[in-house]
């Protein structure tokens, strides 16, 4: 079997999504999620003039090799970009060997350990005062035993406002000193509405110091949350250290990494109890399992990166990984935007508290590539935060 065609597919339906279609001599196609929420179109266009004519006249089994060429063979090593091309055409020969073999992905894998995925949704709201009422009743009426909590910013809903063509950022305003109080203040309040048992997860967003992280968890491990999200940023390894050793409250990173290497402070020091790298930005699935394994060593969770900004894809892939790991902790789930499902069929699907999913060979999704074309790409970023004297703060 050979790779005779690969096709980037961009398309807006509620938002920016990148897709690749790699179909083979033999008929067989794969698809997968190249989605780089505010950077589609470089993306597409390293696909589209550097990759696919390595990838032309392959046999599409060699995978590994295919993702050593790309990351190695580049000379230099992956970034967003790179990484991000590197998963829509790694998901995408994934899928055909699933497709060839008549088997499920999580079968190629390894199997599963586990029949349903348990999962978190987004509590979304205008006002603190809608937010902690939608949390309750997604419990109540929706029977979610996790919930995800983010700290501030009204446009941080949905799809963060990046569903109209745009020409430069939204700009959102940011105190973190005042807002320290307030996001305390939220979380106690809803843990009060939804009651003890019910898993809470605060997404901190990377929004504050190191310093001002941790008067923030000193302040709410108490109250028992379920994981405390990027407390702090990526970039400087330390500071996640620094945080770690002030509380007991556990926490997950890594929705930022780029790569095996960038998570291993975080892994060999312990300093996280789940692990949430998204699986297109660390280069898709090979990569993945190779995560998902050095995490088990060091007895970390997994709990994939899940937002809307990736795909039923992805979500589909992240479900295989779930299934197959012995080490899944949770997933988020990001399933529920409406026009995405007219382009991608298939994926998992939340019920009550669990995500499923119907099984077929490979990844299990297929993409319509005329409803794609009924949505073109609308250039849009992803809002900045800019505090009181005009300085940028990470969003
Ligand atoms: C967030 C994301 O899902 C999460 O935990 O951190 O929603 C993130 O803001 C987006 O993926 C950015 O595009
Ligand atoms: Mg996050």
């Known amino acids: 079997m050979k790779i005779i065609q690969v096709k980037t597919i961009l398309t807006s339906p509620n938002q920016n999504y990148l897709f690749v279609k790699a179909v083979t001599d033999s008929g067989i196609y794969g698809v997968g999620d190249a989605s780089l929420n505010g ?14 004519p390595l990838l032309i ?28 091309a590197l998963c829509g055409i790694d998901m995408a020969l994934w899928d055909i060997l699933g497709k060839s073999a008549g088997k499920p992905l999580y079968a190629l894998l390894g199997g599963k350990v586990r029949s349903k995925v348990l ?45 109209q063509n745009q020409d430069s950022p939204k700009i959102e305003s940011w105190n973190p000193e005042d807002e320290i109080m307030n996001t305390v203040e939220y979380f106690i309040r809803v843990r009060e509405a939804v009651g003890k048992k019910i898993g809470i997860i605060y997404d901190l967003h990377e929004r504050f110091s190191p ?10 491990e108490d109250y028992d949350p379920f994981f405390i999200e990027d407390p702090v940023a990526p970039d400087c390894a330390d500071s996640l250290r620094y945080v770690r050793e002030k509380t007991i409250a556990p926490i997950a990173f890594g929705e930022l990494y780029k790569s095996r290497w960038e998570c291993l402070p975080a892994i060999t020091g312990r300093w996280i109890d789940f692990l949430r790298c998204d699986v297109i930005r660390i280069g898709g699935i090979t990569e993945a399992r190779k995560i998902a394994a050095l995490a088990e060593t060091y007895d970390i969770k997994t709990a994939w990166h899940g937002p809307n900004d990736v795909s039923p894809i992805t979500h589909a892939v992240n479900w295989h990984l779930n299934v197959s790991e012995y080490n899944f902790g949770i997933q988020e789930d990001g399933t529920t935007d409406g026009l995405i499902h007219q382009v991608i069929s298939g994926g998992p699907v939340y019920q009550d508290g669990y995500l499923i999913m119907e099984e077929r060979p490979g990844i299990g999704c297929d993409i319509d590539e005329d409803a794609a074309a009924q949505y073109p790409f609308r250039k849009a970023y992803i809002p900045v935060c800019r505090q009181e004297d005009g300085s940028l703060n990470n969003w």
């Open 57 to 84: 006249g392959r046999d599409p089994e060699q995978i590994e090799d295919f993702w050593q060429l790309v990351y190695r063979g580049s000379y230099w090593r992956g970034g967003n970009i790179i990484m991000s």
């Open 211 to 220: 310093d001002q992280a941790v008067r923030i968890l000193r302040r709410i």
């Open 39 to 52: 950077r589609e179109k470089a993306v597409a266009d390293l696909i589209d003039t550097y990759l696919s």
């Open 119 to 163: 999962c978190y949704s987004h509590v979304l709201g205008k006002s603190q005062e809608d937010k902690i009422a939608q949390a309750a009743e997604y419990v109540r009426e929706r029977g979610l035993k996790v919930i995800r909590l983010r700290a501030g910013l009204p446009a941080a809903n949905g799809t963060f406002g990046v569903t």
